[in-house]
């Protein structure tokens, strides 16, 4: 059974990584800002396979990370796999409009955030 943390969960990639998943026998914590979403995203997917919790938050903030972390280790004891999927849509726009405002908060989430969690998860897998 591999254990699995998926950040991004609530569309797109994510959620088709989740769904696929879950049908196999796996342990998931399911990550994304809507914990409407998410709950429901877990809801449908009770019976299909595998165990999956959800996990609500932003990526791009340490308390998030350590705490989806957290629950992964206390609920399954370790990680196999990290799908670092979470990107932060709401600012990226065309070059002639960025700015560097818009630039650093698209990096929080889009390349510190997955580098962060990548570097908080290594020591339990």
Same mark, same amino acid.
Do not use: M
């Given at each position: 059974m591999k254990r699995i943390l998926i $950040?991004?969960?609530?569309?797109?990639?994510?959620?088709? $990584?989740?769904?696929?998943?879950?049908?196999?026998? $796996?342990?998931?914590?399911i990550t994304g800002r809507r914990k409407e979403r998410l709950d429901a995203l877990a809801e449908s997917l009770k019976g299909k396979g595998g165990r999956?919790?959800?996990?609500a938050g932003d990526v791009s903030r340490e308390e998030t990370m350590n705490g989806a972390i957290e629950l992964a280790v206390k609920e399954f004891g /370790?990680?196999?796999?990290?799908v670092n999927n979470a990107v932060d849509r709401r600012n990226m726009t065309s070059?002639?409009?960025?700015? /560097?405002?818009?630039?650093?908060a698209s990096a929080e989430v889009?390349?510190?955030g997955q580098i962060l969690l990548s570097q908080a998860v290594i020591p339990h897998m």
């Open positions: $950040t991004g969960a609530t569309s797109g990639i994510g959620r088709a $990584t989740a769904l696929r998943l879950a049908a196999a026998d $796996t342990e998931i914590i999956l919790l959800p996990f /370790r990680l196999d796999i990290l070059l002639q409009n960025a700015t /560097r405002e818009k630039l650093r889009n390349l510190n």
